[in-house]
């Protein structure tokens, strides 16, 4: 993965931190769904995501607006994911919204 | 690691996005060094950090203002590690200053 190449603040970000618990029960499968369909909701400008090996990460969405971060946690089949995601496959986790003020780095 | 314990909203938050190269030249100790650095500064609030097998890492720092981000970008000792990341540790990376607006999650 690579940083996600967003356009010019400001927009939206994100940030959903979390503990993975042991269980498996189809997560590998749902977390690369999820991604795959954020990306094909409207308003969408790009993911990252990283985990490491004692099971804590960190996936950061960009969104245009804050209307657009409501649609997708609202999104259907997302709703499934997120209620086993709080049963089932996190031990905790933190969603933050944030607007992106500035940015700038490495390409 | 587990999800920072934030205060609430509204906050500040520095997300810091990176592919590490295969260099290491003192990177792990740096790393460690700069967040126990970050969390004596006025106005920390928290971290989190997460890098995968790949080299792709994700670290977000929570701060109580944008005055304190700047504080801490500036700080003698960090910005020797910012200009030893640039040059040499890693191969790209992407820094956001992001307004935390609301928050949820499980605990």
Avoid at 1 to 25: G, H, L, N, V
Avoid at 84 to 103: C, L, M, N, P, S
């Amino acid at each position: 993965m690579k940083p996600a190449r967003t356009p010019a603040p400001p927009y939206y970000a994100c940030i959903f931190t979390s503990c993975r618990s042991e269980t498996d029960r189809g997560y590998a499968v749902t977390a690369q769904r999820m991604i795959d369909l954020a990306r094909a909701q409207p308003g969408f400008l790009g993911v990252e995501s990283a985990r490491d090996a004692d099971g804590f990460g960190i996936t950061v969405s960009y969104w245009e607006s804050e209307e657009a971060i409501r649609a997708w946690k609202s999104h259907a089949e997302h709703q499934v994911a997120q209620a086993t995601g709080r049963d089932v496959w996190y031990e905790q986790f933190e969603v933050r919204i944030a607007r992106v003020e500035r940015a700038y780095g490495k390409a």
